[in-house]
């Protein structure tokens, strides 16, 4: 559909990407959300891959043939990572249990395990087929507000998470979490991520027609903000809209767990949490093609070769820089890295990056990127704006988040939830 209205909004500030956000009312003609309090269907294993649709208009196995991420690693905060599942046998390497109750590999709501699975899954068993399946996930558990409630928890695992992931040898964090609280601490954890070279990735939040608040940490200046995007183009209805969203990724209609006890997927909106995964896969695929590169310029060829239909010098607040679209770099090699040193959220120059543990310099997107020799050993376990008027795509070219209060604040307060 063609936009009705367009205002463009500018809001001053130092970040030049952040500058000026373009904001749009469209009517939007078809939409597969799944209805609040409708119960999910469940789905065989076998009809999994047939709905990630996806991986089909992103050319996923056009890229495979060029790199499928490996030698890349993504620490993935969230419920916990099962690595047992048959489509992450032997990709889940060792993590951190931030909550202070149990260990990282026990979801204890499928949330974590699907995300992990959307990243970088085999699809063996009939499982869900991650973007980048060359890529070993890191696991870093934290507590949603229910567990929060349940348990005597950390009061500091999100903050925890975020410092053991920076300190990891994991190249982009994948946190697909969400919260209205800042803190300062947590702040401090994105920055400290930020001075060891990662990319960080969260989830913008599904908040949109219940206040459209600012969700951390994808709100904070140093973490890209990620909308859920359906098959048109468009971003969904519930997809967090504002200044904070940076770029939109697959998340309609997209298979996840049903629950805890890994028995069958269920087949509804993913949400931001799921475009949150797609886009650090798709952050994975150029990193391994580009082992020389920076995060600065794997984050600035995705926003270069975003698809959108405005000016490149505007943000649009629903799809930020755009549709993600690595397929336009890894098979057409379009692209600008540029400056190594600038982030392009913020044109500000990196701190310090001299302990960051960079990728080593190896090929560029024209040959395969070579194995994976580092040795790691995988884990064993038992508004009534509603849509953006950029449908151009993830056809064209191949194509959160949590902020803790201070320590013994009640944990009912934090309202702590995956996106």
Known sequence: MTAEARQDVKTKGPHVVRRRVL????????????????APAAMAAG????????????????????????????AVIDTGVNPSTPSLKGQVLKGLDATGIGKETDDYKGHGTTMAELIAGTGKGGGLQGLA???????????NTEFQNNNPVNGTDAVDAIRAAADSDAQIISMSFGSEYSSTDERAAV??????????????????KEGNKKEYPAAYPHVIGVASADKKGNVADYSRYGGSVDIASPGNDIPR????????????????????????????????????????????????????????????SYLGNGLIRPGVNILHGKGDPGDPDINPLTDEKTPDLSGS??????????AKAPDDKSGDKAVVAGSAEKADDSNTGLIIGGVA???????????????????
């Open 133 to 143: 399946p060359g890529v070993k996930i890191i696991p870093m558990r934290i507590s």
């Open 257 to 316: 767990w049903c629950n805890e006890k890994f028995q069958s997927y269920c087949y509804g909106d993913g949400g931001t949490s799921a475009a949150t995964a797609i886009a650090s896969a798709s952050a994975a695929l150029l990193w391994s093609a580009h082992r020389d590169w920076t995060a600065n310029q794997v984050l600035r060829v995705l926003f270069d070769t975003a698809s959108r239909t405005w000016k490149e010098s505007e943000r649009s």
């Open 191 to 208: 920055k400290y991520a930020e001075s060891k070279g990662k990319l960080f990735f969260a989830s913008a939040g599904n908040n949109a």
């Open 357 to 366: 543990p960079t990728p080593s310099p190896a090929s560029s997107a024209s």
């Open 401 to 419: 988040v949590v902020a803790v209060l201070a320590a013994g604040t009640l944990a009912v307060v934090r309202r702590r939830r995956s996106a």
């Open 23 to 38: 904001g749009t009312l469209a009517v939007v003609g078809a939409w597969s959300v799944l209805v609040a309090g409708t």
């Open 47 to 74: 009809d999994v891959r047939s709905k990630q649709w996806y991986l089909d208009v992103m050319r996923a196995e056009e890229m495979w043939e060029v790199t499928t991420g490996e030698g890349i690693k993504v």
